[in-house]
């Protein structure tokens, strides 16, 4: 009760410094105020402080189940374990804005503290824009979805936490992404006041350039936890569905890919200036259309675990708001880049930046019109259909290809000007070497050979091409293990999805069932009950050919509040495959649907994501 | 001029974008998704619990025009506020509203609808929550209103509000 009280009140302390600072920083900025004085430092720190302690407030709401809170009614139950306690704080739409809105604060507190050597006026634009920005998620939060409402009566037990979000690897997801989207805010208020300031430079990319691969960097870990997750709980056995949730988490990521390239064109060349802007604001606006399209319930999802129309209202008004603002402001400070700096020379590293930039915008496009394109046919025709992974896969495999051929040549280039007798031609006979070899593993297996052999082949090119970077000794470390990592992605998800094999089946206990020359025996089931929930867990045996005996426990759980059954797979992850089982109830407790998958090379997609993600950071901690 | 049409154009653009959001949120298609609408309830058999005869859902169910399964406990505090909803509709409406008892116990049940009033014709029991996950329910309460042929009309997940009241109203006249 009191601790709501807290909590309360600390938001709207948060939210009037946040206008002041909105009126202090505009204020220094048209006196010319020569550094910022320590009075904004402190107003900076206590906002964060302020959200800091209404999150520790909520908190604490949930440890206790102190279900006068409304958020905690709807999301917590007293028998929950304390560790999903906790973690259902940001697993609630409300929780989950107010970490959006501590995240946000930390950032400007933390650029400011960073940016010292930036022009004085830059900064206090910067600020200016950030608390836009958060004023209006301060805005959001208490008008609209307020963590800290009151039920009287004080109910005596909660409704509960959906069970599927009560796992590990979904508790640090949440702050993981919003790190990564959150740390796109600050791009977004950095450029445009670099923008207005005029100082579109080398330096600034230089100083930049880390907030945009700290940014990349979380992204890419909460993307690849969020998909870990949907691997082993969802019971799917896919790690990727091209479900809308999923897609908005991408295009972000994919403008930020992009722009973490381009701004090293910048960096280095001094060129590309307003495309960086284009891609920062971008970048931001994708996060941005990702939590509307999340929150308000406009699309249809296996994810949308908390939505409301009326709250996307307020979010779409605010996204618009930020898009027209941005638009403006960059129509009215346009750059003037002189022609010399427009030129490419055609071979050189800046025209490989800017063809990954096409393709990253064109696997944007296909995404973004296959996320969006329902609504847009429901609204005008009042039709529904729902897009689906062939789609995706069929316009984004193709040119996946060239994109893979791109990125083993672009980086050997050189800067400003190549010459195209540079290019070796043992590299042009390794990759039709590469094309015969994944070819000839095709054959055997598959009948759609074409793409997928080229494909494979192109895979196989860069995984060759980079290992020989890095006997390279004047080899740019990060760039090359991400670059291998995704090379390894691509193939471990090609090899994935070509030697996979499903078996599904009804079975009862004590059967034995034969598949592809494995035995599958339905051993024993045994019924536990847990602290709030009953787990009824099977277990199944496995023999190979060769008589190695596989024993697999997979798991139903009957949770109590809310009552909802989940299944939990059971996975035997080795270097060369996964073995995956799940099972379904059917009627009563006697017969089970059983799903068991050997998944190839599983732990190399996550093993690869990682190494993609390791560049990322060691890019980051590089001296320049 | 050519300048001004490309940024006019490029605003009128975002306009629409947001145009077609913003119509769009009108349409959030949520609480009736398409399989669960045009599936039959699955049959289940289950004790009824004053008179503790077994009966079938099928003949409680197809010798209506309209029923209402209702899941309750009385446990569940939206339940409670849900009651006076149901006894209401039961007064005005002869609709067939069929009750299911969700992991309770005998007394507190009865107690509850002592307490409460019963507007339930039957009130089932299901004291393990099994036929409630056959069902496909998430928890309590939740109300299925169905026709003569078992078919799911709608689905209410959590308590029935005024307007859900009068949609139902709207739907059995």
Redesign the interface.
Known sequence: MILSHIGYYSLLLGFIISVILLFYSIFYFIKNSQKINQNIFSLLFLQFFTVVISFISLVYSFINSDFSNATVYNNSHSTKPIFYKITGTWGNHEGSLLLWLLVLTLFIFLFIIFSKKQPVKYRFLSIFFQQIIILGFFLFLLLTSNPFSFLFPI???G??LNPILQDPALAIHPPILYLGYVGSSIIFSASLASLIQKNINKEWANHIKKWIQIAWFFLTIGILLGSIWAYYELGWGGFWFWDPVENVSLMPWLCLTALFHTVIVLEKRNLLKSWTIILSIATFTFSMIGT?LVR???L?SVH?FA?D?ER??FI?IFL?SL??LS?ILF?IYQVNESRSEKSFFLISKETSILINNWFMMYFLSVILIGTTYP??L???TNE?ISIGPPFFNKLIIPFLILFLIFMALGPNLKWIKDNYKNIKYSRIFLFFVCIFISFYIIKKTSSEILFISILGGAALYLIFITINEFLNKKNNFSQTISHFGFSLFVMSILLNSLFSSEFSANMKLGQELAYNKEQIKFLKIKSIDKENYKSIIANFEIKDEKKNIISLYPEIR?YN?????TSEADIKTTIFYDKFIVIN?LK?EEIFNVRYQTKPFMIWIWISVCLVSIGGILSVLKKN | MKKNIFYLSILLFFTFIFTIFYLGLDKPNFYKPKEVKNKNLEEFISTELFSNKQFNSKDIIENNNFTLINIWSSWCVPCRSEHGKLMNLSKKTDLNIVGLNYKDKKNNAIKFLDEMGNPFSKNLIDPNGIISISLGAYGVPESFLLNNKSRIIKKFIGPLTSDNISEIIKIIQ
């Open positions: 109910p005596n037990e409704l509960g509307f308000s319930g406009i249809n949308t939505n129309p996307g209202v779409l618009f898009i027209f638009i129509f609504i847009f429901e609204v005008i529904k009957i509040q809310p009552n909802i059954l109830l009563g």
